[in-house]
């Protein structure tokens, strides 16, 4: 129970290794910093469900059982659905990336979990053109079903904080300034509007 005495949500976040902040010194990745940020507004409970080099395929196959387990009648519960570079990498088709988030939405939304996705980052500069298309096609499956979309990929496929970032790291990863830009944007473009507080100034 939060200060003023309401109840807390409880936030379940599915994806790969950035979700959990692999790569971040300061272990806590943007998700850690959202919700240090977040807490003294509202009471949060945040669990992160993350798998390495998980596809959207195996995200969309996997999701349910282990939220299932978090989900309680009288506690609201919701879905971050962060997804990564994976497809690109192995060569999925747009299609079933666009079928796989489609799916995961659609039972998250019958579930009442109130999926937000926040979309792939930039990774290596060769795969910025295939990342580019999936990130838009994430986009248009999410705004179909009204889910908040966070766009990662424009905002920091040319940011030199972000390049510098990661081509220091050499594992492909964010350390703590890339993870830190990665909270700002989920900060100011979905994530208060998404948990009904007032937007930052």
């Known amino acids: 129970m939060s200060a003023d005495g309401s ?3 409880r936030i379940l976040a599915v994806g790969d290794e950035l979700v959990a902040g692999v790569g971040d010194p300061k272990a806590i ?3 850690g910093r959202v919700t240090a940020r977040t807490a003294p507004e509202i009471d949060l409970e945040v669990y992160t469900l993350a798998v390495p080099g998980e596809t ?9 059982d282990e939220a299932a387990r978090r989900v309680s009648p009288d506690v609201e519960t919701r879905l971050i659905v962060a997804l990564g570079r994976e497809d690109v990498r192995r060569g999925l088709s747009l299609a079933r990336s666009r079928l796989n988030l489609a799916n995961i939405l659609d039972e998250a939304t019958a579930q009442g979990l109130n999926p937000l996705v926040v979309g792939p980052p930039p990774g290596a500069a060769e795969e910025a053109g295939k990342l580019a298309e999936l990130s838009a096609a994430y986009l248009d499956v999410a705004s ?8 990662l990929f424009k905002p920091l496929e040319r940011h030199q904080q972000w390049l510098d970032d990661l081509a220091s790291s050499g594992s492909g990863l964010p350390q703590q300034a890339g993870y830190g830009l990665i909270a700002w944007l989920v900060l ?11 937007e930052d100034q």
């Open 188 to 198: 100011h473009y979905g994530w208060r509007r998404w948990l009904g507080l007032a």
């Open 7 to 9: 109840a807390p949500i």
């Open 144 to 151: 179909r079903r009204r889910a908040p979309y966070i766009e």
């Open 29 to 31: 990745g943007w998700l």
């Open 56 to 64: 959207s395929t195996e995200l969309s196959a996997r999701w349910q």
